[in-house]
């Protein structure tokens, strides 16, 4: 049973276009949501998280979404870089669960020069 | 400051064979857990332990793994015997369990079982 589904396993966009990664879970007890982003042959590394009590974090170039009611959450990245060529993992926690996460199946980003 | 410490990065076995993958966690931190990384599944949660207990360990695939934290500072995942469907990389991560959330992941160990 995937609680945390990533439909896209992978997105192609310009340099300087807006990416849009998206995330659904079927928790409803998750209440705290991070994006990691990972390199090859390196471990993921957190990006960016967003608590249940919020429906938007930005930081820098990134702004994570969160719609409750649709269970659905999403990240923006404006503008895109060759950098951020990388696969995103979306994450979902409950505060009952303490630190375990649940992952989803990841989304490779690839942005074109 | 050295983050989540994993060996070997990568461990070529014949089916059959035992493998021990090693962690070791960041200083201070009370939470450790090991993921599996498949293509289907992405990020698998295998087992997690607080305070060196096993906390959750329903992520096991089978019998065949095991793991031990026997102190703070050290970790083991142990597949007996292995298969060629156990091959995928391996990543051990850590946390502070009040840190909200937020894991600090290894390197990863790649397995391939011939």
């Known amino acids: 049973d995937q609680q945390v589904k990533q439909n896209s396993p992978s997105l192609s966009v310009q340099e300087g276009r807006i990416s849009i990664l998206n995330c659904d879970y079927t928790?409803?007890?998750?209440?705290?949501f991070l994006w990691y982003k990972k390199y090859p042959a390196e471990g993921p590394t957190f990006l960016i998280s967003?608590?249940?009590?919020?429906d938007k974090n930005e930081d820098g170039r990134f702004t994570v979404f969160l719609n409750k009611s649709a269970k659905h959450l999403s990240l923006h990245i404006v503008p895109s870089q060759p950098g951020d060529s990388a696969v995103y993992f979306c994450?979902?926690?409950?505060?009952?669960?303490?630190?375990?996460?649940?992952f989803g199946e990841g989304t490779q980003l690839t942005v074109n020069p | 400051d050295a983050g989540v410490i994993q060996s070997p990065r990568h461990e070529v076995t014949e089916m059959g064979q035992e493998v021990t993958l090693r962690c070791k966690p960041i200083?201070?931190?009370?939470?450790l857990f090991w993921y599996r990384q498949t293509m289907m599944r992405g990020l698998e949660l295998l087992i997690y332990f607080n305070n060196n207990v096993p906390i959750d360990d329903s992520g096991m695939p089978e019998d065949r793994f095991s793991a031990k934290m026997p102190n703070a500072s050290f970790s083991t995942l142990k597949i007996q015997p292995s298969e060629p469907r156990d091959s995928a990389v391996y990543f051990c991560a850590s946390s502070w369990q009040g840190a909200g959330g937020e894991l600090f992941f290894g390197e990863g160990s790649r397995l391939t079982v011939l």
């Open positions: 200083s201070g931190h009370n939470s």
């Open positions: 928790n409803s007890m998750f209440d705290y």
């Open positions: 994450a979902a926690s409950a505060l009952s669960s303490g630190s375990r996460l649940t």
């Open positions: 967003i608590s249940s009590i919020k």
